[in-house]
């Protein structure tokens, strides 16, 4: 069997994504590689694959327990021999997967990395063994979003099998996080199979917050009956919010690590099978979460980096289809983070800057006018566009400022207008916060700019025209850019111009300013979520879509496994446009492999022909030949 072969009868797949076959032909020629591919990006398939060819076994370690059964039910699903063995499994389970194990009818072994270190797995496995892959491999640095302390033990277990070939996989790597996954898993000469970060399929919007509820509810509209996770910034935020969105008659589940332990896993397992569709949560939700057809992700607070915005945000779409991923940004989020990162104690120095670079990287991201593709990419070390893909300009088609929701400012007018903010804040000496250097140049006096005569300055109402959310989200863009800061003062922060802002006062240097469309103008240009097959290029038959979904969601609660274990939405949405009448029909449909044709294969080419999901399923309801 060539792997083409393999990838077509045990997965139903006719090509390979970017760098699967290279990370398969690596691991069957016994090299080492490293493989960093985006979320979706197929990943399992590297270190499936060469299991299914039967070569002997593969050893993968993942830190992610609550995914790890969920995973093996998908490689069983592809055919393979999969078990998976960890803390959480229950004695006979773990008595039967050690005995096929034993027996050597494993053809892929999924173990946490504390399992590993245990050491007692070593000298059953040894002469079988043909790949160790290790899953989510940046948590073995430091310099990662998620260190983890049992990943830099690995190292040990790996030199017990020198001639095993090594494979670390991770989906979100600076070149430096890179670096020090080969370093730290001593990976010898590897093939560096790195993928372009970008997710083409997503469509990401950044706008300054204005109204929480309000704006996280225009998102959940555009999405009725999808699936979506709303992160807010602190377990308050998260229960304040999801109350809110309830009631504003939204039906969506809160979800915090303060939460008791039997709420959480209800929560989580209502979520990926798809009995509950929106997620209120802070970032304690998701990274057990597999659920690939989660069409919308809402930062309701900025998140802490771009590593941790590219991994929440990256939930979205994991299919492959159409998803939108929105960012609400204030500036007073960096400041709570500060706060949250301090209150064990003051920072050294490193990690202070380390901090600092963090939040204004993720500043810039949130208010430049500047294609978010392009600034994630680069985040990534990668160039946008990609190369070889023929898209011109920044005009990605698929984020807020080159859809026009958020207006670049022609240079000239960019300018004047920093001039102006900045003029506001050096008039105001640096000894008052953003809300009063808003209202100075937005010309509303109170009391206290009256008393002070703030209100005769020169700057007073200077921007009254442009309204509060341009002026505040201009104060903002000339922060991440280096024009404006803001200094603590006992707890309070004040806004001051920089050296830099003073120079472009006097003409010196570039400033780049956006300003987002008012929500009228923008309805009339927003384009609703691209319809389901379009991402296939195929009609869609959104009523048989549903069907089918029904249909897979009886099946998978009928096999206690997740709905996506069955069928990914993508094969749903092929099965709805191609609408495929015979076996071998359906056998065409991506995603459809053998096993999956024989397993399912009669149930959906019932409700494909016109029966309802409950009688294909067996379930009556149906004509009395179902029954
Ligand atoms: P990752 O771990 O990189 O996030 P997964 O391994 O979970 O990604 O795969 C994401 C999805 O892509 C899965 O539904 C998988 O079945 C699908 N997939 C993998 N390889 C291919 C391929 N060659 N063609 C089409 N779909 C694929
Ligand atoms: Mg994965």
């Known amino acids: 069997m060539t792997p083409e072969e393999a990838l077509r009868k045990r997965w139903g797949y006719d090509s390979f994504k970017p760098f699967q076959r290279e990370a398969v032909e690596a691991a069957l020629s016994g090299r080492d590689c490293l493989v960093v591919l985006p979320t979706g990006g197929g990943k399992s398939l590297c270190y499936q694959l060469p299991a299914a060819m039967g070569q002997g076994l593969v050893l993968v370690v993942s830190p992610l327990i609550a995914l790890m059964d969920d995973q093996v039910a998908a490689a069983r699903e592809a055919g393979l021999a999969a078990d998976a063995l960890h803390s959480n499994l229950e004695a006979d389970h773990r008595g039967e997967a050690a005995r096929r194990l034993a027996a050597g009818k494993t053809d892929v072994l999924y173990v946490s990395p504390e399992r590993l270190l245990v050491g007692d797995l070593m000298e059953g496995i040894s002469a079988r063994l043909v790949l160790i892959a290790v899953d989510e491999a940046h948590c073995v640095s430091h310099w990662g979003h998620e260190f983890r302390p049992e990943y830099r033990r690995l190292a040990e277990v790996l030199e017990r099998f020198p001639e095993t070939a090594r494979m670390a996989l991770t989906a979100t790597a ?195 006018p500047v294609c978010r593709h392009r600034l994630l990419a680069e985040h990534f070390g990668a160039p946008y566009p990609p190369e070889g893909v023929g898209r011109d300009g920044e005009v990605c088609g698929a984020c807020d400022v080159c859809l026009d929701e958020t207006k670049r400012l022609a240079a000239e007018e960019a300018l004047l207008t920093a001039k102006k903010v900045l003029s506001g804040a050096w008039r105001a000496d640096g000894r008052f916060g953003t809300g009063h250097v808003v209202n100075l140049l937005m010309g509303r006096a109170d009391e206290r700019m009256k008393r002070i005569g703030h209100d005769a300055l020169e700057v007073f109402g200077l921007l009254k025209e442009s309204g509060e959310t341009a002026v505040r989200s201009w104060v903002d863009q000339l922060i991440v850019q280096g024009f404006l800061e803001t200094v603590e003062e006992r707890e309070y922060p004040l806004l001051r111009i920089t050296d830099a802002g003073k120079a472009l006062c006097r003409g010196e240097g570039t400033v780049r300013l956006g300003v987002p469309a008012p929500p009228a103008e923008r309805a009339k240009k927003r384009p609703k979520t691209p319809a389901r097959g379009t991402a296939l290029g195929l009609p869609a038959d959104e009523e048989l879509f549903e069907c089918l979904r029904r249909l897979r969601r009886l099946i998978a609660e009928g096999l206690g496994v997740p709905p996506y274990v069955v069928f990914h939405d993508s094969a749903l949405v092929e099965m709805a446009a191609v609408k495929p009448r015979t076996p071998e029909a359906l056998l065409g449909v991506r995603g459809v492999g053998e096993r999956k044709l024989e397993r399912y294969g009669a149930a959906f080419l019932k409700v494909i022909s016109g029966r309802t999901p409950e009688a294909a399923a067996g379930l009556g309801e149906g004509t009395p030949e179902d029954s």
Do not use: W
């Not at 704006?215 to 699936?227: I, N, S, T």
């Not at 915090?256 to 949560?281: C, K, M, S, T, Y």
């Not at 979205?316 to 998803?323: E, S, T, V």
């Open 174 to 368: 600076t070149p430096e996080v890179q670096e020090d996954v080969c370093a730290q898993l001593a990976l010898r000469e590897p093939a560096r199979l790195i993928g372009h970060p970008d997710r083409a399929n997503l469509i990401y919007r950044a706008f300054p917050r204005r109204d929480q509820v309000g704006q996280v509810r225009e998102v959940v509209r555009r999405h009725p009956g999808e699936g979506g996770i709303v992160y807010a910034q602190t377990r308050r935020d998260v229960e304040r919010l999801a109350a809110r969105l309830a009631g504003a008659g939204i039906s969506c589940a809160a979800y915090h690590a303060g939460l008791p332990a039997d709420h959480r896993r209800r929560v989580q397992a209502d979520f990926v099978n798809e009995r509950l569709d929106i997620v209120v949560a802070t970032v304690a939700f998701g990274m057990g979460i597999d659920r690939s057809n989660v069409r919308y992700v809402v930062h309701a607070n900025t998140p802490r980096s771009v590593e941790h915005y590219q991994q929440e945000s990256g939930r979205a779409g994991r299919d492959g289809l159409p998803a939108e991923c929105v960012l609400l940004f204030a500036a007073s989020d960096l400041a709570a983070h500060r706060g949250l990162a301090r209150k064990d104690g003051v920072l050294a120095p490193e990690r202070q800057r380390a901090l600092e670079r963090q939040l204004r990287q993720i500043g810039r991201y949130a208010v430049a």
